[in-house]
């Protein structure tokens, strides 16, 4: 990618009074990115949803300043950059149509995951919620080596779920509210350091940005939409925990809660989920793996499988998932160069047979 490229890349993810749906109907309308700021401001003005104001905005030089000097700190501090047309974005989180359209990260940016489970909960986390949350992630390790553990970083239960995970060895993506300028809490930078050497911390805040209210509200549905399922381990009846949940809904994904005590109070937003069907009840490990299909590998990932009955593509999509355990339909496309139309004909013809199973989030795995 050029320097320009990404010049105009970063100035529109982070144009104001433009979010991330609107961002993309102005690549869409002008054909990119860079377009978007070589137009006029009278051809501006008159895109549906882009008034003089927002024309000003683009049209205005201290938008481009702010994306050079935002080139200029990542290059300094190694920080990647992945846009939302590049391979490497991450595949679950490009399905979500208000997903942002530039992320920045360190570490591992985990394009194509074969298993991922965000846990989310409240900041005032119990002795029992954390408990449970070291013991869900504790079991899964040992059966499931290709899963990844998101949460937010913050105080609670996102920290409990992160240090659980470096302790099994497992990776763990910390998605921040704010820029890389800073660290929030800054009593978690020795735990954000340990992640970075096989996980990652992520955010589409510029570097500049702190950690303002709103910010870990927007951050959310990066935790909900870049995973397979949100796990909530204890929340009250508001807050992000809930807030991500219900983020996780509309993207149809899939939520899972723990349960509490009646009158508890931060068992009341799980029970509710629960109770109001957003939600399937978890109390341990196989009830993950149940929701979610997570079954135990019972034949070598690495080995391919052979079948007479299978036309080429079916048997590509079957080696490709022999070796990725399980993708989204997405990313066996992009993996196997193929289009959409076709590639969903032998995907339906594969689960007929009994070769493949569906499982939610348009995610495939081989039937053994």
């Not at 000003?56 to 300094?76: P, Q």
């Not at 105080?155 to 779920?161: E, M, N, P, Q």
């Not at 079916?314 to 070796?323: A, R, V, Y």
């Not at 993996?335 to 969903?344: I, M």
């Amino acid at each position: 990618m050029s320097d320009n490229s990404l010049l105009y890349r970063i100035a529109l993810s982070n144009l104001a009074g433009v979010g991330d749906i609107n961002a993309r109907k102005l690549i869409h309308h002008l054909g990119g990115a860079e377009a978007v700021f070589r137009e006029p401001y009278r051809n501006l003005v008159k895109i549906p949803g882009i008034g003089s104001k927002i024309a000003g905005h683009i049209t205005s030089s201290s938008t481009l300043e702010r994306a050079a000097r935002e080139i200029s700190f990542i290059e300094k501090h190694g920080i990647g950059v992945s846009y939302f047309q590049d391979d490497d974005y991450p595949s679950r989180l490009r399905e979500c149509p208000d997903s942002p359209i530039l992320i920045y990260y360190k570490g591992k940016l985990f394009s194509h995951p074969d298993k991922v489970l965000s846990i989310v909960g409240t900041r005032n986390a119990t002795s029992r919620g954390k408990e449970i949350c070291d013991s869900i992630i504790s079991s899964l390790a040992s059966a499931h080596a290709g899963m990844v553990i998101v949460s937010g970083l913050a105080y609670g239960i996102d920290i409990v779920a992160h240090k659980s995970a470096l302790k099994n060895n497992i990776p763990t993506i910390g998605i921040m509210a704010h820029g890389f300028g800073t660290l929030y809490p800054q009593v978690h930078t020795r735990v954000a350091r340990e992640m970075l050497r096989d996980g990652a911390l992520m955010t589409d805040f510029l570097s500049d940005e702190p950690p303002d209210r709103n910010n870990f509200l927007k951050r959310n549905r990066i935790i909900a939409g870049i995973s397979d399922a949100t796990l909530v381990i204890e929340s009250g009846l508001r807050g992000g925990a809930m807030v991500t949940a219900d983020i996780a809904v509309s993207y149809s994904r899939d939520v899972l809660a723990v349960p509490g005590f009646p009158g508890e109070k931060y068992s009341e937003g799980c029970n509710l989920l629960i109770k109001s069907n957003k939600a399937s009840l978890v109390e341990k490990a196989e009830d993950v793996e149940y929701f979610l299909g997570w079954e135990k590998a019972e034949a070598s990932p690495t080995q391919p499988l052979l079948f007479n009955d299978l036309s080429p593509l079916e048997q590509d999509i079957m080696n490709l998932l022999s070796q990725h355990i399980q993708l989204t339909a997405d990313s066996i496309g992009e993996l196997l160069d193929t289009p959409v139309q076709r590639l969903s004909s032998a995907l339906l013809s594969l689960q007929f047979s009994g070769h493949l199973r569906s499982l939610p989030g348009n995610i495939y795995r081989v039937r053994i």
